[in-house]
C-alpha cells in the first residue's frame, strides 16, 4: 500500500472528527463479537470511531463490548427491539461523524487493508457513490467455505472501467441493471460517503431484511459505484440468521422490488423487476401453502401467474384447495373415531 499516496489523498475537510464510522448493529452476537472487534483493532489505519448499536440483545453481548470500549468505540442500545439491522444501522449513522460511513456485521470479520485501501479509493474517487470489495464466505466455526465469493458473479463485470490497479468503476446505470440480475454486494464490503446518505436518506426503517438492497438500487440510480477486487473481508454463515428467514425476508424483498417497478429505466428493466417478482410472489404462495394459509397462498400465486405466466404458481393454486380437502377428510375421520 502507498502510504504516502493516502496521506496526501486525505483531508479532513469539513466537520468529520473521523475518517471512517464503522456502524454495527448488535444483536445476540457474544460468539463472535470479540473477534470481529479484534478484527478491526488490528487494521493498519486508525483514523475511525466503531459505533456499536444494540438491537435488545437477550445475550451476553454488552458484557462481551464493554472491555473495548473508548472514546472512539462507543455503545447505544435500542429502547425496543427493532427484528432488524436497519433501525440500528440509521442509530449509529445519526451518531457517527466521520466522512465515510462504513457497515460491518457483528460476526464478519476484516481482512488486513480493508480501511486503509477503502479510504485511499474513495479519497481517489470522491465522486463515487458507493464502494464495495470481494471477499470470502466462513462457516459458524471459522472455516473457509468461498475463498472468493464474486468469482462466479459476472454480470456486474461486464462494463468495468478501471481505475487503479485492483479498482473498478461501474457507471450508475449499469450498476442499477447488474443488480437487478444478482446483489453483487456484500454488506460488510461496503462503504458510502456521508454525503449520499444527506442526498438520498438513510437505510428504509420499514425493513426488517433487504433493506441494504434498497439502499444499493437508490444509490445505483444516481451514482457510480467502485469495487476493489480484493478479498478484504469474511462473511459469516449461520443459518439462524436474519438472512435465512424465509417468508418475511420474502415478503421484503417484493416490498423493494415493487418500488422499482414505479421508476424503471427502460423496458428490459421492466421486465427483469417483473420476472422477479413473479419468482418471490410464487415463493411467498409455495411457503403460505405449506403454513396452510391458504387465502394469502392463492393471491400470492395469482400475482406471480399475472406477471409471468408459468405451471409452478398453478400447480401450487390447484394444492391449495386439494390440501383444504384433504384437511377437511382427514378432520372428519378423526372426529369419527372419537366419537364427537
Known amino acids: 500500500m502507498d502510504t504516502g499516496r493516502l496521506n496526501e489523498c486525505i483531508g479532513k475537510e469539513g466537520n468529520y ?45 454488552k458484557e462481551k463490548i464493554e472491555p473495548f470500549l473508548a472514546e472512539n468505540i462507543k455503545y447505544f442500545r435500542e429502547p425496543k427491539n427493532s427484528g432488524g439491522p436497519s433501525i440500528p444501522r440509521n442509530t449509529g449513522i445519526r ?20 480501511l486503509r485501501e477503502s479510504v485511499l479509493a474513495l479519497e481517489s474517487c470522491p465522486e463515487i457513490g458507493l464502494l464495495h470489495t470481494n471477499f470470502q ?29 485492483d479498482w473498478f468503476r461501474l ?27 444527506n442526498k438520498l436518506g438513510y437505510f428504509d426503517d420499514q425493513l426488517t431484511n433487504g433493506d441494504d438492497f434498497d439502499l444499493w438500487l437508490r444509490i445505483s440510480r444516481s451514482y457510480d459505484f467502485l469495487f476493489i477486487d ?13 438472512s435465512f428467514r424465509g417468508g418475511q425476508n420474502i415478503l421484503n424483498k417484493i416490498r423493494v422490488l415493487e418500488r422499482q417497478q414505479e421508476r424503471p429505466q427502460d423496458a428490459d428493466d421492466i421486465e427483469r423487476i417483473d420476472n422477479l417478482l413473479a419468482v418471490y410472489y410464487c415463493q411467498a404462495g409455495m411457503a403460505d401453502v405449506a403454513s396452510r394459509n391458504r387465502k394469502v397462498a392463492r393471491k400470492h400465486l395469482l400475482k406471480s401467474f399475472r406477471l409471468k405466466a408459468s405451471i409452478v404458481p398453478v400447480k401450487y393454486y390447484l394444492a391449495s384447495y386439494l390440501n383444504d380437502y384433504f384437511y377437511l377428510m382427514l378432520k372428519r375421520v378423526a372426529n369419527r373415531l372419537s366419537g364427537s
Not at 493498519?44 to 448499536?53: C, G, R
Not at 480484493?230 to 436474519?242: E, G, M
Open 137 to 165: 464466505s466462513i462457516s459458524e466455526q471459522g472455516g473457509v467455505l468461498a475463498e472468493d465469493f464474486l468469482t462466479e458473479y459476472t454480470s456486474f463485470r461486464l462494463e468495468f472501467s478501471r481505475e487503479g490497479k
Open 171 to 197: 457507471k450508475s446505470g449499469s450498476a442499477y441493471k447488474a443488480l437487478l440480475k444478482a446483489n453483487f454486494v456484500g454488506t460488510s464490503s461496503v462503504a458510502v460517503p456521508r454525503w449520499v446518505f
Open 17 to 61: 472528527e473521523f475518517m471512517a464510522s464503522i456502524i454495527i448493529p448488535v444483536y445476540n452476537a457474544q460468539d463472535y463479537i470479540d473477534l470481529t472487534l479484534n478484527s478491526i483493532l488490528d487494521q493498519d489505519f486508525d483514523d475511525y470511531e466503531i459505533l456499536l448499536v444494540d438491537d435488545c440483545s437477550t445475550d451476553f453481548s
Open 230 to 242: 480484493k478479498v478484504l473481508h469474511q462473511y459469516r454463515i449461520q443459518p439462524n440468521s436474519i
Open 95 to 114: 451518531h457517527s461523524s466521520g466522512k465515510y460511513i462504513f457497515l460491518f456485521d457483528s460476526d464478519d470479520v476484516m481482512l488486513p487493508g480493508k
